[in-house]
C-alpha cells in the first residue's frame, strides 16, 4: 500500500501564495498520475491539478489555470503545487491523489491513492 503525505498548508491574505508538497512513502511511485483535489464546507470534492509522471503532461481546473502550477521530482517521489494569487474562494482541504489510468483525470473516483489533506486558509 502506498501512502500519500501532504504538507504545506497554512493561512494565507488574499493575494498570497503557497506550494503544497505531497510524497509517497518509502520513495515508491504511488501511480501513473497524481493529482490535487480540494473540499471547501459544504462543498463536493472538486479537480484542482493534475500530472502525469511518465509524460509531464498536466492539466487545471479553469478555476485555477494562470495562478496554480503543478509540478513533480520524480527523484523525490513527490508532487508539488504552487498556488499563488489566491483568495477565499481557495480555502479549501487540499487532498493529494494518485491512479494509474490516463483518463478522466478530473474524476476523483477514478483515484487509487489518496492522501489525508492539508487545510488552506486564504483570509481577506
Known amino acids: 500500500q502506498v501512502q500519500l503525505v501532504e504538507s504545506g498548508g497554512g493561512l494565507v491574505q488574499t493575494g498570497g501564495s503557497l506550494r503544497l508538497s505531497c510524497a509517497a512513502s518509502?520513495?515508491?511511485?504511488?501511480?501513473?498520475?497524481m493529482g490535487w483535489f480540494r473540499q471547501a464546507p459544504g462543498k463536493e470534492r472538486e479537480f484542482v491539478a493534475a500530472?502525469?509522471?511518465?509524460?509531464?503532461?498536466?492539466n487545471y481546473a479553469d478555476s485555477v489555470k494562470g495562478r496554480f502550477t503543478i509540478s513533480g521530482d520524480n527523484a523525490k517521489n513527490t508532487v508539488y503545487l504552487q498556488m499563488n494569487s489566491l483568495g477565499p474562494g481557495d480555502t479549501a482541504v487540499y487532498y493529494c491523489?494518485?491512479?494509474?489510468?490516463?483518463?478522466?483525470?478530473?474524476?476523483?473516483?477514478?483515484?487509487?491513492?489518496w492522501g489525508q489533506g492539508t487545510q488552506v486558509t486564504v483570509s481577506s
Open positions: 491523489a494518485a491512479k494509474y489510468g490516463y483518463s478522466s483525470l478530473a474524476r476523483a473516483s477514478g483515484y487509487d491513492y
Open positions: 518509502e520513495r515508491t511511485y504511488s501511480g501513473n498520475v
Open positions: 500530472i502525469s509522471w511518465s509524460f509531464g503532461g498536466t
